[in-house]
């Protein structure tokens, strides 16, 4: 865990082991990131995929939603419990264990889903290309996360670290010259919902909404 300000938050790195060991102590999560569903109720329901899904909070809420969805993550027992969970409720899920900086598919989707992803600044702009050639024309990205910028709370953390959590102008620099239309880009305080954080706790969100 690191301190973030005056909380803790799981140390967010493409760390397959770190993940692994962080699923094993860790219940699943059940409640999706309402920024995530608040976006997602404004779509048609088709194929998607979510990128980085752990043990599936987004994946459920999707599907729930009537999309068919492919859930991608590195950590094994993740994407076990999620597959397990998937059967128990006859949820339309396929699953596949794979590091999405480098995951592969034929399939193509209409919607890609990259919630809290927070990499290297170099492995940045390769993976949101690569999150945007998993669409089909007309397919949506969405991206959510969260930033330091404009915030006290990333004083106490390593400029490395800090650099982790990509600021809305950054983000927006990566998906550009991959020809996404951008149709919402915000960074702005929301209210945390997040189980690490103590009630009324806020952070800084970004989120994007593009079309291919």
Request: with cysteine; hydrophobic share 40%.
């Amino acid at each position: 865990m690191y301190a973030v300000g005056h909380r803790e938050v799981p140390a967010l790195k493409p760390d397959a082991a770190f993940w692994t060991d962080y699923y094993e102590k860790n219940d699943p999560s059940e409640k999706p990131d309402p920024v995530f569903f608040g976006e997602v109720q404004e779509l048609e329901p088709g194929a998607a995929i979510d990128l980085g899904a752990g043990d599936g909070a987004a994946t459920f809420a999707l599907a729930e939603l009537g999309w068919q969805v492919t859930a991608v993550d590195f950590a094994e027992n993740a994407v076990l419990r999620l597959e397990e969970r998937a059967k128990a409720r006859n949820a339309p899920i396929e699953t596949d264990v794979a590091d999405i900086l480098s995951y592969a598919s034929d399939a193509k989707y209409d919607l890609a889903y990259l919630g809290y992803i927070h990499v290297e600044p170099d492995q940045r702009p390769p993976l949101l290309a690569h999150a945007v050639a998993t669409l089909r024309p007309g397919g949506t990205l969405l991206y959510n996360g969260f930033t330091f910028e404009g915030t006290a709370d990333g004083e106490n953390h390593t400029e490395s670290f800090r650099a982790l959590f990509a600021p809305l102008g950054e983000v927006l620099a990566c998906l550009l010259p991959t020809g996404l239309h951008i149709h919402y880009a915000e960074q702005r305080m929301r209210p945390s919902t997040f189980s690490f954080d103590e009630p009324g706790s806020e952070y800084m969100s970004v989120v994007v909404r593009g079309v291919r």
